[in-house]
């Protein structure tokens, strides 16, 4: 079975350029996870779904970013301008209901020169 | 106290060894409570769910201290594979689905 897909793996990109992170959820998961990770702060919610709707996206550090899914098979993260200290791992993770387990997906090592 | 806090180790141990890692949360309404497995440049993995009256995976136990607030992982006979950072996961405060990941702690497990 395919598990929770992120595109890309990669992504570097100058200070002030838009960048989109995509996940697709693993088929049938009701609720979707965006989590960012660094050594510092460790893995931090940003936002989460659930039946397609965002029920909290206190975790979404400022204007800049922002979150969207249209559909139960899709979902982005958009940064625009992207920053320097936005560089970090990107994960999506998908569960089946908000309490119940995380599937992880590869995750977006994002790097803002 | 810090919402979830842990040994951020390094714990170097020999094969075969037990050793047992500690994480403490603040909200004492928190029903549930999960240790996911990291291994480097990796996505976080579910190790085991923490419930009430412990939980026991082969060499692995988890659990649950509601009094002093703290949940617990014991590894015994340790296996090189077992190197890995261990993620402590507790439910944060507001909405339901806010879970609250540790930064972990790191495991080396030497020949």
């Known amino acids: 079975d395919a598990g929770v897909i992120q595109s890309p793996r990669h992504e570097v990109t100058e200070m002030g350029q838009e960048v989109t992170l995509r996940c697709k959820p693993i088929?049938?998961?009701?609720?979707l996870f965006w989590y960012r990770q660094t050594m510092m702060r460790g893995l931090e919610l940003l936002i989460y779904f659930n039946n397609n709707v965002p029920i909290d996206d206190s975790g979404m550090p400022e204007d800049r970013f922002s979150a969207k899914m249209p559909n139960a098979s899709f979902s982005t993260l958009k940064i625009q301008p992207s920053e320097p200290r936005d560089s970090a791992v990107y994960f999506c993770?998908?569960?089946?209901?908000?309490?119940?387990?995380?599937?992880f997906g590869s995750g977006t090592q994002l790097s803002v020169l | 106290r810090k919402e979830v806090e842990q040994d951020p180790g390094p714990f170097n141990v020999p094969e075969g060894a037990t050793v047992a890692f500690n994480c403490t949360y603040s909200?004492?309404?928190?029903?549930?409570f999960f240790w996911y497995r990291q291994d480097c440049r990796k996505e976080p993995k579910l190790l085991m769910s923490v419930y009430s009256s412990g939980n026991e995976d082969g060499r692995f136990t988890a659990q649950l201290n509601r009094a002093s607030q703290y949940i617990s992982l014991l590894i015994r006979d340790s296996k090189l594979s077992d190197s890995a950072t261990y993620l402590c996961v507790v439910p944060g405060r507001g909405s339901q689905g806010n879970l609250i990941f540790g930064k972990g702690t790191k495991l080396s497990v030497k020949p």
């Open positions: 993770a998908s569960s089946l209901d908000w309490d119940e387990k995380l599937f």
């Open positions: 088929s049938g998961h009701n609720s």
């Open positions: 909200n004492s309404a928190s029903q549930s």
